[in-house]
């Protein structure tokens, strides 16, 4: 049954919000223009179908080495093997371009984020990805202590972050404005307990909470924090702070898409205390592009275009005695590949789907790898909306909303310098207030949600109608690795890190989190793991 527009705004933006906008706003004089891209939705259906496919004795290609998955983690693994020498591999990609969460459209007068943004500046240990920083030419060398020196024109430029609240824009993340003595003493004691953590180390010198996460300590004091949520965490430790928690909530829907009790202690202290260097530090300046991490995704898939096979939906992937064949649907054809290694960077739910016969041998529970959903809607803005004040705190990088369910938004020309005209903003809403989020996403029509994320915008601007030119929306069905409670620590991760006989597994799910070092991490690992079997064969 279809749901009324107040109903739709209730379910996004809450009751009391929904009533008014229904009741106050009326109805814009013109709506824009805009579409629901990207995302291959028939995947699934033939997935589920578990169809048996005969790909012609014509239609196939040996190689030493097939990736299933074109995301970061899967270019990551064709970027090292390219660096090791191996050259006879392919990568398969369903959707007709590369890069999965990290993708990025091109627009005017940017480029255009629809998924990742930014990447923290890595610590010196993190030397492979300091390698790929360095071949893309953003650094230029070291510090006398040994950390990487990002060029300053891809450091997120000033202002980084404003919150609205109550009909005034301020800056920063934290909301400090009307703060009471007792909110001040929070927010420091809260401070104080992430810098117990960032100086805390194991007897063996290993951090608590560092990024890639395979490098964080194994200490039960440590791996304990898995097992409450992280608003059990706050309240064991006596912090009510309604501003503090709604931080602490943001940060968790923002990196992991989940509210504050969703999550897992350890993953919320990971956000916060990962990208810190030393206790007093500030976290890690960011990296990033108008067209966010699809700067990476460009980068790496150019150095293994000629490896790369868009638009081909594997559909089985057979383990034999001495090989794998892989089998794809491309354009309603079938082809397929025979490979010795495989290296499965998709996520790893699908895994009974594809692999046959994975269900019978189970390495690893599959289903318990899961997934939110969010939306990402891209609005072209002819013009800036004019500020509400004349000292209103002006529009940052990242914009975000303290009354509201979404994340806000990301302007695009930002990064860039372009203050005046035209931009692309990008919206994001993590749909963690729903059960069967996914689902329902999908009912949505794109009218529904981009009604959502203008109702919810025009709130700050005003004038956002006039100047919205279009706005196009991603529905992710299946967008980040849910870190809840037990998973991150739990044995089914650990179990899925070994390879099952010839396929290794490679996805930012293997780390319980999101990220663009994850992905690059474990990309990395499998890839290592196929070419040092290699070079001991030969
Ligand atoms: C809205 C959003 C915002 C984010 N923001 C940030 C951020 O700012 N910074 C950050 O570090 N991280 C961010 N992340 C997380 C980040 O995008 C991921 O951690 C990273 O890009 C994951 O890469 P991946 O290769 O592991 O997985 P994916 O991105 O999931 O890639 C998997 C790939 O496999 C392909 N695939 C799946 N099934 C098949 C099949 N059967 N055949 C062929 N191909 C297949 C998919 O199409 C996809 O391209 C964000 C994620 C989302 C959703």
Same mark, same amino acid.
């Given at each position: 049954?279809? !749901?009324?527009?107040?109903?739709?705004?209730k379910?996004?933006?809450?009751? $009391?919000?929904?009533?008014?906008?229904?009741?106050?706003?009326?109805?814009?004089?013109?709506?824009?223009e805009?579409?629901?891209?990207?995302? =291959?939705? %028939?995947?699934?259906?033939?997935?589920?179908?578990?169809?048996?496919?005969?790909?012609?004795?014509?239609? @196939?290609?040996t190689?030493?080495?097939?990736?299933?998955?074109?995301?970061?983690?899967?270019?990551?693994?064709?970027?090292?093997?390219?660096?090791?020498?191996?050259?006879?591999?392919?990568?398969?990609?369903?959707?007709?371009d590369?890069?999965?969460?990290?993708?990025?459209?091109?627009?005017?007068?940017?480029s255009?984020?629809?998924?990742?943004h930014?990447?923290?500046?890595?610590?010196?240990?993190?030397?492979? !990805?300091?390698?790929?920083?360095?071949?893309?030419?953003?650094?230029?060398?070291?510090?006398?202590?040994?950390?990487?020196?990002?060029?300053?024109?891809? !450091?997120?430029?000033?202002?980084?972050?404003?919150?609205?609240?109550?009909?005034r824009?301020?800056?920063?993340?934290?909301?400090?404005?009307?703060? =009471?003595?007792?909110?001040?003493?929070?927010?420091?004691?809260?401070?104080?307990?992430?810098?117990? @953590?960032?100086? @805390?180390?194991?007897a063996?010198?290993?951090?608590?909470?560092?990024?890639p996460?395979?490098n964080?300590?194994?200490? %039960?004091?440590?791996?304990?924090?898995?097992?409450?949520?992280?608003?059990?965490?706050?309240?064991?430790?006596?912090? %009510?702070?309604?501003?503090?928690?709604?931080?602490?909530?943001?940060?968790?829907?923002?990196?992991?898409?989940?509210?504050?009790?969703?999550?897992?202690?350890?993953?919320?202290?990971?956000?916060?205390?990962?990208?810190?260097?030393?206790?007093?530090?500030?976290?890690?300046?960011?990296?990033?592009?108008?067209?966010?991490?699809?700067?990476?995704?460009?980068?790496?898939?150019?150095?293994?275009?000629?490896?790369?096979?868009?638009s081909?939906v594997?559909?089985?992937?057979?383990?034999?005695?001495?090989?794998?064949?892989?089998?794809?649907?491309?354009?309603?054809?079938?082809?397929?590949?025979?490979?010795?290694?495989?290296?499965?960077?998709?996520?790893?739910?699908?895994?009974?789907?594809?692999?046959?016969?994975?269900?019978?041998?189970? $390495?690893?529970?599959?289903?318990?790898?899961?997934? =939110?959903?969010?939306?990402?809607?891209?609005?072209?803005?002819?013009?800036?909306?004019?500020?509400?004040? $004349?000292?209103?705190?002006?529009?940052?990088?990242?914009?975000?909303?303290?009354?509201?369910?979404?994340?806000?938004?990301?302007?695009?020309?930002?990064?860039?310098?372009?203050?005046?005209?035209?931009?692309? @903003?990008?919206?994001?809403?993590?749909?963690?207030?729903?059960?069967?989020?996914?689902?329902?996403?999908?009912?949505y029509?794109?009218?529904?949600?981009?009604?959502?994320c203008?109702?919810?915008?025009v709130?700050?601007? $005003?004038d956002?109608?006039?100047?919205?030119?279009?706005?196009?929306?991603?529905?992710?069905?299946?967008?980040?690795?849910?870190?809840?409670?037990?998973f991150?620590?739990?044995?089914?991760?650990?179990?899925?890190?070994?390879?099952?006989? =010839?396929?290794?597994?490679?996805?930012?799910?293997?780390?319980?989190?999101?990220?663009?070092?994850?992905?690059?991490?474990?990309?990395?690992?499998?890839?290592?793991?196929?070419?040092?079997?290699?070079?001991?064969?030969?």
């Amino acid at each position: 049954m279809r !749901l009324t527009r107040r109903e739709i705004l209730k379910t996004f933006l809450g009751a $009391p919000f929904a009533l008014a906008a229904c009741r106050e706003q009326s109805p814009p004089a013109r709506f824009p223009e805009g579409e629901v891209v990207g995302q =291959n939705a %028939t995947l699934g259906h033939i997935l589920r179908e578990g169809r048996t496919f005969e790909v012609p004795a014509d239609n @196939w290609k040996t190689v030493k080495a097939a990736i299933v998955g074109g995301g970061i983690a899967g270019l990551s693994a064709g970027w090292k093997l390219k660096k090791a020498g191996l050259e006879d591999f392919v990568l398969l990609e369903l959707e007709k371009d590369v890069g999965g969460t990290s993708m990025s459209g091109i627009g005017q007068p940017v480029s255009y984020p629809w998924g990742a943004h930014y990447l923290p500046v890595p610590f010196q240990e993190n030397t492979e !990805l300091i390698e790929l920083l360095d071949e893309m030419q953003l650094t230029e060398g070291r510090s006398e202590n040994g950390d990487v020196v990002i060029k300053e024109q891809y !450091l997120c430029r000033e202002p980084e972050e404003r919150v609205f609240y109550k009909g005034r824009w301020y800056e920063g993340l934290y909301l400090h404005a009307g703060e =009471n003595e007792d909110d001040k003493r929070q927010f420091a004691e809260f401070q104080n307990q992430i810098d117990h @953590w960032v100086n @805390w180390r194991d007897a063996s010198g290993r951090r608590a909470f560092v990024v890639p996460s395979a490098n964080c300590s194994r200490d %039960t004091e440590v791996t304990e924090l898995d097992k409450i949520s992280f608003a059990e965490w706050l309240r064991q430790n006596n912090f %009510t702070s309604e501003r503090l928690r709604w931080y602490c909530d943001y940060a968790c829907r923002d990196d992991y898409g989940l509210k504050l009790e969703q999550t897992s202690a350890w993953a919320g202290l990971f956000y916060f205390c990962s990208r810190v260097k030393e206790s007093g530090d500030e976290s890690q300046p960011f990296i990033t592009f108008p067209e966010g991490n699809g700067r990476y995704v460009n980068h790496m898939s150019g150095r293994v275009r000629d490896k790369i096979f868009k638009s081909h939906v594997v559909v089985s992937i057979v383990q034999n005695d001495t090989n794998v064949d892989v089998v794809c649907l491309a354009n309603n054809e079938l082809r397929g590949f025979r490979c010795e290694k495989l290296i499965y960077a998709s996520p790893i739910f699908t895994a009974p789907y594809v692999i046959r016969g994975f269900n019978e041998a189970a $390495p690893f529970s599959a289903s318990e790898f899961q997934h =939110n959903a969010w939306f990402v809607a891209n609005l072209f803005l002819k013009d800036r909306p004019k500020p509400r004040f $004349p000292r209103d705190f002006p529009l940052a990088w990242d914009n975000v909303l303290y009354e509201s369910p979404s994340l806000g938004y990301v302007n695009a020309t930002h990064q860039k310098g372009i203050d005046h005209g035209s931009t692309i @903003w990008t919206y994001y809403y993590p749909m963690c207030h729903e059960e069967n989020s996914r689902t329902k996403l999908f009912n949505y029509e794109w009218r529904d949600l981009a009604d959502v994320c203008l109702t919810d915008l025009v709130r700050a601007h $005003p004038d956002i109608y006039d100047l919205c030119e279009r706005v196009d929306i991603m529905r992710w069905g299946h967008a980040m690795i849910s870190p809840r409670p037990g998973f991150i620590w739990g044995e089914t991760r650990e179990k899925a890190l070994k390879p099952f006989r =010839n396929i290794h597994f490679a996805h930012t799910d293997l780390s319980g989190i999101a990220l663009f070092e994850e992905a690059f991490y474990h990309g990395l690992r499998a890839a290592e793991e196929i070419s040092t079997a290699e070079t001991r064969r030969r």
